[in-house]
């Protein structure tokens, strides 16, 4: 089945430095890439996703780039500011119907150092 | 804006009992899922519904598993007998349509706690 891998599983960063997460997907029929912000004790939140057919998004300091030759996509964030400090997780989902569930990665937890 | 609502916020059951999650998804929304997630681990899929009937189960969602929408708005997750190893945080979510142009949006999640 589908799977996702994210690296790095912890990054530690100084404010106003940039952070990236990257992440691997091995289904090739995957075609939509979202990434969600969770806060401690809290639900996910869509940030930002991408579609198979564009190569990069971006909205503001956070940007996602895809790779589908490669199965790469990343999540770029500029400008890094304590507030940014969370787990993020970046999933897949492949297009083939009525379900499109959501495969995770396994996370990475951002600490922003003021 | 509208949002999903989960209750409770933390469940504690006693192994072997049976225990519901429910969820209110947002009012116009199509689809539902269930996902799990064990302290310090990735969000799961377990299960998807639509049109009143499972579009799709993981491996984790066995027959102890089962999902109902009793009315136009609740959608529920119960577990029959539960195991220790089912202590987790269970989040609902749903979407209006499915296909990449619909964020599946996420309730607040229900801690579940099996001793």
């Known amino acids: 089945g589908e799977n996702v891998e994210q690296h790095p599983s912890t990054l530690s960063v100084q404010e106003g430095d940039s952070a990236v997460i990257k992440c691997t997907y091995s289904?090739?029929?995957?075609?939509?890439f979202p990434w969600y912000k969770q806060e401690l004790g809290k639900r996910p939140q869509l940030i930002i996703d991408?579609?198979?057919?564009?190569g990069e998004k971006k909205d503001q300091r956070i940007a996602v780039t895809l790779n589908k030759t490669a199965k790469h996509f990343s999540l770029h964030i500029t400008e890094t500011q304590p507030e940014d400090s969370a787990v993020y997780f970046c999933?897949?989902?492949?297009?083939?119907?009525?379900?499109?569930?959501?495969?995770f990665g396994t996370g990475t937890l951002l600490a922003v150092q003021p | 804006e509208p949002e999903v609502t989960q209750t409770p916020s933390h469940q504690v059951t006693q192994m072997g009992q049976e225990v519901i999650l429910r969820c209110v998804p947002i009012s116009n929304h199509l689809y539902f899922y269930w996902y799990r997630q064990i302290l310090g681990q990735k969000v799961e899929f377990l299960v998807s519904?639509?049109?009143?009937?499972?579009?799709?189960k993981s491996e984790i969602f066995d027959d102890q598993f089962s999902v109902e929408r009793p009315d136009g708005s609740n959608f529920t997750l119960k577990i029959r007998s539960t195991k220790l190893e089912d202590s987790a945080m269970y989040f609902c979510a749903s979407s209006f349509l499915a296909g990449e142009s619909y964020e599946q949006y996420f309730g607040p999640g229900t801690r579940l706690t099996v001793t």
């Open positions: 289904d090739s029929a995957s075609n939509y």
């Open positions: 999933a897949a989902v492949i297009d083939g119907g009525a379900t499109n569930k959501l495969i």
């Open positions: 519904f639509y049109n009143n009937e499972i579009s799709e």
């Open positions: 991408i579609r198979s057919n564009v």
